[in-house]
């Protein structure tokens, strides 16, 4: 076999249609002068296991994961890091040379630079975090918060049974709120971010109430349509720094992209302007 094959990667998920990551790597493959492919992979749950196996006869070099597939291939890798396996799933793929399937998951990676590229000043020991919403992202960002040294982690979800659940795997530094609470958790904290999806484009408006929120604490979103959300407007209305939520997939796509093509890219305005537009 050659070893000059074009290589391939793309993402799996279903549906799929809706996702930005061919835009933002394809960019990345003009930039660089890559010859190589990213595509977008439609794949229904029974046709998972056949799929992974196949790819990286048809010179697949890896894929990212997403809904509703990210939990399902962590069974179906050989080896899975120990951030993947905390956070219960995995949004990247490594096919290796040696044949092994590696699965990791950059979701709190690309959480924790987005934070560091859109609010420089930020300090992740400038006190404590809330934490809105108890879902698969979620995970990925308690995991990092805990990571970088977050001492205590204010969570709330709307079915509160969720947030516990959290709260037992992560342990004594995460503190569960009742949702009619949410509020109150938002004082003295250094860092807000909302991992629903509420305020999306098509979804419920964000009602948490804000009063309690520090002007001096760093508010961030998931949420990334809009770009702008009622949630970042009012937390800046109050002086707070505001990130949105399209940095992260942005950071996320690095250590994929750099493990398949090579190349470590730059996230910059033109990536985001390509990505948008897209």
Known sequence: ??????????????????????????HWLKRYGIDGYYIPMDVAQDDLAEVIRTLPLMGFVGVNVTIPHKETVLDLADIV??????????????????????ADNTDGYGFIENLRHGAPGWDPLAGPAAVIGAGGACRAVVASLLEVGVKEIRLSNRTRNRADILKREFGA???VFDWVKAGNMMEGAATV????????????????????????????DLVYAPLDTAFLVKAREKGCVTVDGLGMLLHQA???????????????????NAVLAG
């Open 173 to 175: 530094r995460v503190k």
């Open 193 to 220: 971010v909302n991992t629903t999806s509420l305020g999306m484009m098509g979804k419920p408006e964000f009602r948490v109430p804000l009063d309690a929120l520090s002007p001096k604490a760093v508010v961030t």
């Open 1 to 26: 076999m050659s070893d000059h094959r074009i290589p391939l990667a793309g993402v799996i998920g279903s549906p799929v249609a809706h996702s930005k990551s061919p835009v933002l790597h394809g």
């Open 254 to 272: 690095v250590p994929g992209f750099e493990r398949w093509f090579g190349e470590r890219p730059e996230v910059d305005d033109d990536l985001r």
């Open 81 to 102: 890091t120990d951030r993947a396996a905390l956070i219960g799933a995995a949004n990247t793929l490594i096919f290796r040379k040696d044949g092994k399937i590696h």
